[in-house]
Every structure is written in C-alpha cells, then in structure tokens.
C-alpha cells in the first residue's frame, strides 16, 4: 500500500494533498500539522488522516514507511524535519523556496540520495489550507535539484509533479537559487514597494488594472519570506543590484533637461516584447 505523507498543510501542502487524494495518486494521504487541524473539516478534506505534529510519538508513526514524505513548510523547518523524514520515508522531497541551505541540511544526514530537492512555482497571494486548490500546480514549471539524488528516488518525485499536472525542471541548487531571486524573490519586494509608495504618496486611488497585476503578490507573509531572505540573501541582492542598474540607467536618461531622451526607455519596451514572444 502506498503512503504519502506531507508535514504542513497550508496553501501549497494542502492543494498537494488535495490533488493527489483526488487523482488517487496513493493509497492513503496523511497529513501532518498543528493541533488545530486534526480535527478541521478542511484538513479532512484534503487527507484520509491528520496528524497533530507537535506529537512526536504520532509523528514517527506517520512517517515511519511512508512510500513519499513532502515537507512543505519554510526552509528552516525543513532543515529541522529532515533528520527524522529521511530516517524513516522510503523518500523524501520538498516544496521550499530556496533551495542551498536545505541541500546543505541533507548531505548531512547517512542517505542523501534518498531525499529530491523541489520547488514549486505556484501559489497565491493568500496563504493557508483555506485558500488550497486542487488545480494549483497544473501547467506549473516544478523545480528539482536531481544532482547526487538516486535515480528511483527522482522518479518517484517525478511521478508525482506529473501526477499534480505540473512539469518537472531540472537545475542545481546554485542555478535554482539564482533564478528565483530574480523570478520570484525581487518581484516580491518590487510589489511589496509599489503598493507601499502608492500608499505613501497618494497615488493608491488612481490605481488601475495594470497596478493591481503588478502588485498582486505584494504583502507576502513574513514566516515563509524571514527564511527566504536569511537563506538567499546573496543573490537577492545581485538581482536588485541588476535592477537598480537598469532603473538607474532609465531615470538618468528620462530626467534629462529640456527634453528626455527616450531611446533607452523605448528599447526596453521592445526588449520585453520580444522577450516575451510578442
């Protein structure tokens, strides 16, 4: 019988779970989180069992076998969980954020190869099981780190990124870190930015559509963001150093007395439509 275990039931564990019991992917979908869980209605919906984490003895038990544990939680509770996860899962994966420090984490404990870095590249502005959705991770990019995985270990993680409708991309953990400062850490704080001046000076009631795109993300919740700066603060740093560049470049030619220049400001536009296909 096949078993599949994930440790934290928010937005993304819970539309895991919710997903992977719906397309009967396993067996058996345990769930593993607080203690104010184990008996919500949502949290039944989304696993055939809930098992209140702070209860150690429960906990092994969950995992103990388990054909697949997921930890998806912040990055330094994954750090925390993986000794026990490795100990007793057949495999392990997990859907954090960044990826080098919880590498580090596993090439510390006696079977690494058993334990498949992962990322998703979904979610939500709102967080929690309230706001999981079965069709959260389909035609999602689901970042892995395969490098010193065992092969049967990256099969099963790949079975399932399949199995939830997502695509699964390879890259290690430096590339994986790297990208996503660009592609999802500095576009939060951008947001973030954005909404916060719009606020400051005044400028919120002429927002539009195009802002409210822009700042969709903005505001993300500070337990999950605290790990992602601590843990990836060097190359968030050299992306906003890249941004701050061409921003700088832009603003130095749009302030120009009489008239701007505007050949920088319009290449970018063209730039970016060809980027993007268009």
């Known amino acids: 019988m096949t078993r599949l275990v994930v440790v934290g039931l928010g937005l993304i564990g819970g539309s895991l779970a919710l997903r992977a019991r ?26 055939d069992a809930v098992v209140d984490g702070t209860d150690a003895a429960a906990r092994a038990r969950a995992l103990d076998g388990a054909t697949l544990a997921v930890l998806a939680t912040p990055v330094s509770a994954i750090v925390e969980a993986l ?13 954090g954020s960044t990826k080098r420090a919880v590498c580090r984490a596993a090439q510390t404990q006696p079977e690494p190869g058993r334990f498949v870095p992962g990322h998703p590249m979904a979610g939500a502005p709102e967080g929690g099981l309230a706001f999981a959705r079965a069709d959260l ?39 994986h870190d790297r990208a996503v400062a660009l592609v999802s850490h500095v576009p939060q704080l951008l947001a973030s930015v954005m909404q916060v001046l719009s606020v400051r000076r005044g400028a ?37 150093g890249a941004l701050t560049g061409e921003l700088e470049a832009l603003r130095g030619e749009l302030s120009r007395e009489p008239a701007p220049e505007l050949e920088r400001a319009l290449a970018l536009l063209a730039e970016a439509r060809r980027a993007r296909g268009g």
């Open 22 to 47: 719906e397309r009967g992917l396993f067996d058996v979908v345990v769930g593993v989180d607080g203690p104010e869980l184990t008996g919500s209605p949502l949290a039944a919906r989304a696993a």
């Open 137 to 175: 991770f389909e035609g999602a990019r689901w970042l892995l780190c395969p490098e010193g995985v065992e092969p049967g270990a990256l099969a099963r993680v790949e079975e399932l990124v399949a199995g939830l409708g997502a695509t699964p991309v390879a890259m290690s953990a430096e590339q």
């Open 204 to 240: 919120a009631g002429a927002a539009g559509p195009a802002f409210a795109r822009l700042t969709r993300g903005a505001g993300g919740q500070e337990a999950m963001w605290r790990d992602v700066f601590a843990t990836n603060g060097d190359e968030i740093a050299r992306a906003l």
């Open 83 to 95: 000794p026990e996860a490795l100990s007793r899962a057949q495999v392990v994966t997990d859907c």
